[in-house]
């Protein structure tokens, strides 16, 4: 069976930073390109970064390009989301999610539970 | 970056009749290397995470009930709920994988009349 458990979130000011895990389990890790996607409290999805499966290439929206890192650690089979410099409107849940495969040209066929990331003084 | 456009906002319909939602995509998101178009439906509860519906614009995940299908290409597609179950109250979102940034629609709220 396919998991996806974040961790990490929690309160934070404006400035601060904040690391975000994702353990996968159920599927081979490595295969698979991963994605972090975020909902603000009442509004709809936005997508956040994407990573390859090797790691090497990433992709962030210019919302968060120069503050967000994404990375990964196949060996420990899981997700990360370095966040800098937050802002209030970074006050999200942040949802983990797996590509239907192991191309950026795919679906998102299994999130997580979210983990919620509040920025607020 | 290409927009996604969901018509209606909100829609209610009676049990066991159809439902249909739109998505307009501001460019094309049909796939040169197989000719399929980046384009996946979600839905959504509430306090649940999304859930994948159907992905390349029709073709229907595994385990989800065949009233759900997709159809379209180019810039416009539709989700359509054959007949609806009050199960299928929910929030919908049509989302493009063709480039980055990856965008979603804004969300159509489904509910029973």
Redesign the interface.
Same mark, same amino acid.
């Given at each position: 069976e396919v998991q996806l458990l974040e961790s990490g979130g929690g309160l934070v000011q404006p400035g601060e930073s904040l690391r975000l895990s994702c353990a996968a389990s159920g599927f081979t890790f490595s295969s698979y390109v991963m994605?972090w996607v975020r909902q603000a409290p009442g509004k709809?999805?936005?997508?956040v970064s994407?990573i390859s499966t090797s790691g090497s290439t990433t %992709? +962030?929206?210019?919302s968060v390009k120069g503050r967000f890192t994404i990375s990964r650690d196949n060996s420990k089979n899981t997700l990360y989301l370095q966040m800098s410099s937050l802002r209030a409107d970074d006050t999200a849940v942040y949802?983990c999610a797996k590509g239907?495969s192991g191309s %950026? +040209?795919?679906?998102?066929?299994?999130?997580?539970?979210?983990t919620l990331v509040t920025v607020s003084s | 970056d290409i927009v996604m456009t969901q018509s209606p906002d909100s829609l209610a319909v009676s049990l066991g009749e159809r439902a249909t939602i739109n998505c307009k995509s501001s460019q094309s998101v049909l796939?040169s290397?197989n000719n399929k178009n980046?384009l996946?439906w979600?839905q959504?509860k509430p306090g649940?995470?999304?859930?994948?519906l159907?992905?390349?614009a029709s073709t229907r995940?595994s385990g989800v009930p065949d009233r759900f299908s997709g159809s379209g290409s180019g810039t416009d597609f539709t989700l359509t709920i054959s007949s609806l179950q009050a199960e299928d109250v929910a929030v919908y979102?049509c989302?493009q994988?063709?480039n980055?940034?990856?965008?979603?629609?804004?969300?159509t709220k489904l509910e029973i009349k």
């Open positions: 994605r709809g999805l936005e997508w994407s %992709y +962030y929206p210019d949802y239907r %950026y +040209y795919s679906g998102l066929d299994y999130w997580g539970q979210g | 796939y290397s980046c996946a979600y959504q649940q995470p999304p859930k994948l159907i992905y390349w995940e979102y989302h994988y063709y980055s940034p990856s965008t979603f629609g804004q969300g």
